[in-house]
């Protein structure tokens, strides 16, 4: 590539003069005449060139204005006429295709319309129409996907009038599959029918939520359900929470026994271990409560057992859940037992809806950043572009 063809960006053109004032502007033309776009006949003719101008990239400070010699031409083969054609402008266009990915990358970074529009001489409605092509051309690349092996699947709110949307990730390659409104069943049931590779997934990862599992097994038959580890730790603490609260109302008050009632008790020193046992010591039966919770949540935060050692530990595990039917936590025990088999997948599969919930957190910030979305598609469009595409745009 010649030193003119590296400093504009792409080939092809002979500079012819070039002039610096407030801006730099660049008269060329094209170098070669190409072959026919209809036939591929090389004995073409120039039948006559209009002037084309063009803003191409900023140099510092400065923008750059490209001003063409466009030939027009004519096939001797086939009779037919046709124009020079540049590989990174399209027909009509008044910026180059670099300039408006600059444009689109720096809106995109945080830079507002209004600072744009002094910087790059654009109107605020040009780069909103620039930004919204290339998000556009974003989700296009990635229509036609199928549903990923892996998929986490959980709901995060979208505004009050039109309630939750389901969020589906590709949680093997960290992407966000696809973003779909509402919750339920039968308002998920259409595009769930249109979904395709349903069929390839293997694995989805979900929180203990029953619409959710029976979506799972109506429509992915092949795939396997794992609960979250957060949510069913989450749960039992819910639960043993309650049942310090119904022993002992006035101890759950009391905010430093609340942050050792919650942690592990391998994380805790010895100066908190033995406060908390004297405080336990007073109830023998919160203490007993206390010591199945912690060795519960030991089993819950087993990861990537060998199969071997998780049927060892299986047995041990459901004495656990029959101790905690003969207790107060019968509730939390009949849960634990209507998601068993999930909650025991998750000894042998180490993904966790961690990553959605970390989309969800850029979900949020996307939505705050835009001070709210009304139209879900608008919504779902920006979503999937930012967090469902790491390709390299294309720079034609």
Excluded at 11 to 21: D, F, M, S, W
Excluded at 99 to 105: Q, W
Aim: charged share 25%; aromatic share 10%.
């Amino acid at each position: 590539m010649s030193p003119v063809d590296s400093i504009l960006g792409f080939g092809g053109l002979a500079i012819e003069r070039v002039q610096r004032r407030e801006d730099i502007h660049v008269w060329a033309k094209p170098k070669h005449r190409p072959a026919c776009v209809y036939c591929n006949e090389t004995a073409v003719r120039i039948k006559a060139t209009y002037l084309r101008t063009v803003k191409h990239t900023r140099v510092g400070d400065r923008l750059m204005v490209l001003h063409l010699r466009v030939p027009k031409y004519h096939c001797k083969q086939c009779n037919r006429f046709f124009r020079h054609r540049f590989p990174s402008i399209r027909p009509r266009y008044r910026a180059t295709e670099s300039y408006r990915l600059e444009v689109f990358e720096a809106h995109e970074g945080g830079v507002s319309q209004k600072r744009l529009t002094r910087t790059h001489r654009i109107g605020s409605a040009t780069v909103e129409r620039w930004y919204q092509s290339y998000v556009r051309r974003r989700v296009s690349e990635l229509s036609g996907r199928s549903c990923p092996q892996v998929l986490g699947i959980d709901e995060h709110f979208f505004t009050r009038k039109r309630g939750y949307a389901t969020t589906l990730v590709d949680l093997k390659n960290h992407k966000v599959f696809d973003v779909v409104l509402g919750r339920s069943e039968p308002s998920l049931r259409s595009y769930l029918k249109r979904l395709p590779g349903k069929e390839n997934v293997r694995v989805i990862v979900m929180d203990l939520s029953e619409t959710y599992r029976r979506i799972a097994q109506q429509y992915f038959p092949n795939a396997m359900i794992v609960a979250d580890r957060f949510h069913v730790v989450r749960l039992v603490n819910q639960h043993f929470l309650k049942l310090w609260q119904q022993h002992d109302p006035e101890g759950r008050k009391n905010r430093g026994l609340l942050s050792l009632m919650r942690r592990h008790h391998w994380k805790l020193s010895a100066v908190q271990k033995e406060r908390l046992h004297q405080y336990l010591a007073q109830s023998p039966t919160l203490q007993a409560l206390y010591f199945a919770k912690q060795q519960l949540n030991g089993f819950l935060g087993m990861k990537s057992l060998k199969r071997k050692r998780a049927r060892r530990m299986l047995p041990q595990f459901l004495a656990l859940i029959a101790q905690f039917e003969q207790s107060p936590a019968r509730a939390l025990a009949a849960t634990l037992k209507s998601w068993l088999e999930p909650i025991v997948r998750m000894w042998r599969f180490t993904k966790s809806n961690g990553i959605t919930e970390g989309f969800h957190t850029k979900m949020e910030m996307i939505s705050r950043r835009a001070y709210g979305f009304r139209n879900f598609e608008n919504y779902r469009l920006r979503v999937l572009a930012l967090c469902g595409w790491d390709g390299v745009m294309h720079r034609t």
